[in-house]
T-cell receptor
Framework: AQKVTQAQTEISVVEKEDVTLDCVYE???????LFWYKQPPSGELVFLIR??????QNEISGRYSWNFQKSTSSFNFTITASQVVDSAVYFC????????????????FGDGTTLTVKP | DAGVTQSPTHLIKTRGQQVTLRCSPK?????VSWYQQALGQGPQFIFQ???????QRGNFPDRFSGHQFPNYSSELNVNALLLGDSALYLC??????????????FGPGTRLLVL
């Protein structure tokens, strides 16, 4: 069975600090997809980043960067120079690829990390 | 281009009642997934629809059922409501990947309170 663990329940930082959100996953699939979503108080999940299991290249997109390591089953997410608007709940999610196609099937989410950025 | 829309936004029901939630996918999307998010937890997968058929199902009882229409919109039905069904119900739409970077997009959700 798939499992996603976000050990950090709450994180509080001061604006302009860098913050890293941890995510550890478990899966028996060889092909899978990892995501980070942001959920503001309005409730809508906003897609942030996605990574395929066969591509461990780490990238930077604006203030966001991520560190994907298959050896440790981790997919950590970093926000550089945090802003008050970054305050939200962040979810890490794992999606399996159904046998026979490359479509991402159901997603398994962690329980989220509540990030508070103080001015 | 409208994103994923859901209705109603809020709903209050009593135990034993039945409820229907609705979702319209993002333009160009043909799959719809439903998730239940209890307070303080991550979303849990209920089921996914594609071509008007249930394609995958999570660990939810048969009280949870769904439907997808020819225009790709979808309904989630919950019968014999329990207090524990109180949650935010999220709909996500996507499409069979035509590139490796397709992903799913979520609607704003329907907040269901069962009294």
């Amino acid at each position: 069975a798939q499992k996603v663990t976000q050990a950090q329940t709450e994180i509080s930082v001061v604006e302009k600090e860098d913050v890293t959100l941890d995510c550890v996953y478990e899966t028996r699939d060889t092909t899978y997809y990892l995501f980070w979503y942001k959920q503001p108080p309005s409730g809508e999940l906003v897609f942030l980043i996605r990574r395929n299991s066969f591509d461990e290249q780490n990238e930077i997109s604006g203030r966001y960067s991520w560190n994907f390591q298959k050896s440790t089953s981790s997919f950590n997410f970093t926000i550089t120079a945090s802003q008050v608007v970054d305050s939200a709940v962040y979810f890490c999610a794992l999606s399996e690829a159904l046998e026979g196609d490359t479509n991402a099937g159901k997603s398994t989410f962690g329980d989220g990390t509540t990030l508070t950025v103080k001015p | 281009d409208a994103g994923v829309t859901q209705s109603p936004t809020h709903l209050i029901k009593t135990r034993g009642q039945q409820v229907t939630l609705r979702c319209s996918p993002k333009s160009g999307h043909d799959t719809v997934s439903w998730y239940q998010q209890a307070l303080g937890q991550g979303p849990q997968f209920i089921f996914q629809y594609y071509e008007e058929e249930e394609r995958q199902r999570g660990n939810f009882p048969d009280r949870f059922s769904g439907h997808q229409f020819p225009n790709y919109s979808s309904e989630l039905n919950v019968n014999a409501l329990l207090l524990g069904d109180s949650a935010l119900y999220l709909c996500a739409s996507g499409r069979l990947p035509r590139t490796p970077w397709e992903t799913q997009y979520f609607g704003p959700g329907t907040r269901l309170l069962v009294l």
